[in-house]
């Protein structure tokens, strides 16, 4: 009766109404436990078990089975992160239907007939899905477990708390189960609105590097000897303090885009009045001023115009520098939805259909790396109701934004901007760029700053653009100082000048969770608290606020938020920001404002460079699951990572001379990167690379991004 579709005139009879229902359900829990083991003493769904709760109410009182109970090996692992104890399934089919269905990625089925059916999956291809955690939560009797929290703990032995993802910008509702200030697990939570009942399995499981050995637990500062040296907070704050206030507005603020909303707002206050600059950026990545000026004019302090309802009512939604399933999987799924539901259309300007393409059925509309905006311009009567969702990668082509903002207006579409990061919307709504203030008033906007002064009442604002990241690391390389929060060096365009650029700074304070390559260089290091340690709020990227509580109590750790309030004061120039809901009161009369946005971008498109035999243009984006140290910790998740391959068209491996599975070497003139070789229906002379993964770590090894020319040759056997 379960997956019996109710219609019209058809009457339901329970076991509440129907003797012959109730008898009906005592006869199939007979069958049921016939050969179900008695695991539950063991079983990691003990205490929250559907057939616990259903052999309670329906069950027999002893058995008439005589016979020996049907047994298998176990457990059977489906991937790194899934394992599977087949005697325990019931053969619901809850999981398989999930992965057909939902996921689109049908690698586990029913197998066999009869009492012989059993889930399984197929011969050498291993269940390789981003979604594989939610057929462990769905499963109603333990056959699916994960591996990670393996008789772990018992359900009524945790502290659960409501909590929000850190992990992208879908804005999953979560719950965060903890035992003795430990996170043990998380669950996806149900929001009808935004991920349904779903997550992926990053959001799922990658919570272990807020454990890691090299979490920072005390200041440090720099001592004489050149040395980092363990210091009281009081100590830490005042040789801050110091350094900060002798730079004067000569510094910049790199934030990162992993802050809370509130953490960004701290950030974004600090900068204009401790340190009155516009210095500050949360783009820790590529990017361009053309995107600066996009996101001021078409994103920032605008009420939630496009949300996922709207993009399962879209009847086109077009793909611009934008990867659904590896960038924001809840996204993926809606947009599945959609296509499988209502026959809806979507459309990928790409240079090759990968695998969530593939699945989402979108029409591929070819290009060559940063030529997206000639495919826009192309773009002719759509239906009414069209969305466009745009990717951070859009930011490596000239003219691409300007592009996305013209066609929009052509067409008539909404535009969507869906970052990579959890904390990026937040950030732009508090204006933690150089162009905008918060509500995403335009720093030249004199009225604005009029607004904001009388708001945080101060005589006056910096009333110039500030500078981005990439020229705040040049001005460090001349000497500026900085104030760098969450920041990873690897995901920068150009690690190596980063660090560099970070040495020759000539002060340097940094607000980190765990040790990394800024904690080297800096003058003075906070340890920060992580999502689980501190209540917030991230923004996702439809601009819904995704509040969450404190999970794991009792640490010393503070908030940036606090940390930086604690320094304005010391500098005489205090912010306010004591707790999360001074920002929140403040945050939420500043959000709004009736002044007139920013105009939109007009930059123009560059021609397509031309490689020479042996030559490609590259084509990069990172992988959901890859080599960042937010899923450190994590080995079974790192399990399920897609193969780093280096990918090339058919016609552009022969005139190299490699075959499919061959290796072949990516050259620029930093470095190399040497992957196997996949063949795929990409344009002639271009090569993907994936961004950040094991062995392929792009920016750090060839310093270059996409569109870039590179040297590609196939490694000698």
Request: net charge negative.
């Amino acid at each position: 009766s379960c997956t019996t579709t109710v219609t019209d005139g058809m009457i339901i009879r329970t076991q509440v109404t129907s003797p012959v229902a109730a008898r009906a359900q005592d006869g199939v829990m007979e069958l049921l436990l016939i050969n179900h083991p008695l695991d539950c003493p063991v079983c990691d769904k003990g205490g929250e078990c559907p057939l616990q709760n259903q052999a309670m109410s329906s069950g027999r009182s002893d058995t008439r089975f005589t016979d020996i109970k049907r047994t298998y090996p176990k457990p059977v692992p489906l991937s790194s992160e899934v394992l599977l104890d087949r005697e325990r399934c019931v053969l619901c089919a809850r999981c398989t239907r999930f992965s057909q269905q939902i996921a689109g990625d049908p690698f586990i089925e029913l197998i066999e007939r009869g009492a012989l059916q059993q889930v399984g999956i197929y011969e050498n291809e291993p269940f390789e899905s981003y979604f594989s955690g939610n057929t462990v939560q769905i499963c109603p009797v333990g056959a699916l477990t994960g591996a990670a929290y393996r008789f772990r703990a018992r359900p009524y032995d945790l502290v659960s708390t409501p909590s929000a993802c850190e992990h992208c910008a879908s804005g999953c509702a979560q719950r965060t189960d903890h035992r003795r200030g430990k996170v043990l697990r998380r669950l996806a939570g149900d929001d009808p609105a935004v991920n349904e009942e779903w997550n992926c399995d990053k959001g799922r499981w990658a919570f272990a590097y807020v454990t890691e050995r090299d979490r920072l637990d005390t200041p440090l500062v720099r001592a004489a000897d050149g040395s980092l040296q363990p210091a009281s907070w009081s100590e830490a704050i005042a040789v801050a303090a110091d350094g900060l206030k002798a730079a004067g507005a000569d510094i910049g603020v790199l934030v990162g885009g992993r802050s809370t909303l509130e953490d960004a707002y701290a950030y974004s206050k600090f900068a204009r009045i401790a340190l009155n600059s516009n210095n500050i950026d949360f783009r820790a990545r590529a990017h361009s001023a053309e995107e600066a000026e996009f996101l001021a004019s078409c994103v920032a302090g605008r009420d939630m115009d496009v949300t996922y309802n709207s993009l399962e009512q879209a009847p086109t939604v077009i793909l611009v520098g934008f990867e659904p399933e590896e960038e924001s999987p809840i996204v993926f799924l809606r947009l599945r939805k959609a296509v499988r539901t209502k026959g809806h259309r979507v459309l990928a300007i790409a240079p090759w259909a990968s695998p969530g393409v593939i699945k989402l059925g979108a029409t591929l509309l070819r290009c060559d790396p940063t030529g997206e905006a000639a495919v826009l311009d192309e773009l002719t009567d759509l239906e009414p109701g069209t969305v466009i969702l745009v990717g951070e990668r859009l930011a490596e082509t000239p003219g691409g934004f300007s592009a996305v903002a013209r066609s929009a207006a052509k067409l008539g579409a909404r535009i969507a901007w869906i970052p990579r990061r959890a904390g990026d919307r937040g950030a732009l709504d508090v204006g933690a760029l150089p162009n905008l203030l918060p509500g995403g008033r335009p720093v030249s906007d004199v009225g604005a700053r009029a607004e904001l002064e009388n708001h945080w009442s101060v005589d006056s604002l910096p009333a110039t653009d500030g500078l981005g990241t990439a020229e705040i690391l040049e001005a460090a390389r001349s000497g500026s100082a900085l104030l760098i929060g969450g920041v990873e060096l690897a995901d920068l365009p150009d690690p190596a000048g980063a660090a560099a650029a970070i040495d020759s700074a000539s002060f340097v304070v940094s607000l980190e969770i765990r040790h990394s390559g800024i904690t080297d260089r800096a003058d003075v290091v906070f340890p920060v608290a992580p999502v689980t340690e501190k209540a917030g709020t991230f923004v996702d990227w439809e601009g819904r606020p995704r509040s969450f509580d404190t999970a794991v109590r009792g640490t010393r750790s503070l908030t940036d938020g606090r940390v930086l309030h604690a320094l304005a004061a010391d500098m005489g120039r205090p912010i306010g920001l004591p707790d999360v809901k001074s920002a929140q009161d403040e945050i939420s009369s500043l959000l709004t404002w009736s002044g007139a946005a920013t105009t939109v971008p007009t930059w123009p498109s560059v021609p397509v460079q031309t490689p020479a035999a042996g030559e490609a243009l590259l084509a990069t984006w990172r992988m959901l699951l890859d080599s960042g140290r937010m899923q450190d910790g994590e080995p079974h998740l790192a399990g399920t990572a897609r193969t780093p391959v280096v990918r090339l068209s058919d016609t552009t491996a022969h005139e190299i001379g490699v075959s499919d599975g061959d290796w072949v070497t990516v050259t620029s003139d930093r470095g190399s990167i040497t992957l196997p070789l996949t063949v795929t229906d990409l344009p002639d002379r271009v090569v993907w690379l994936p961004l950040r993964s094991p062995g392929s770590e792009v920016n750090a090894a060839l310093g270059v991004g996409n569109g870039a020319i590179v040297r590609i040759a196939g490694v000698a056997s």
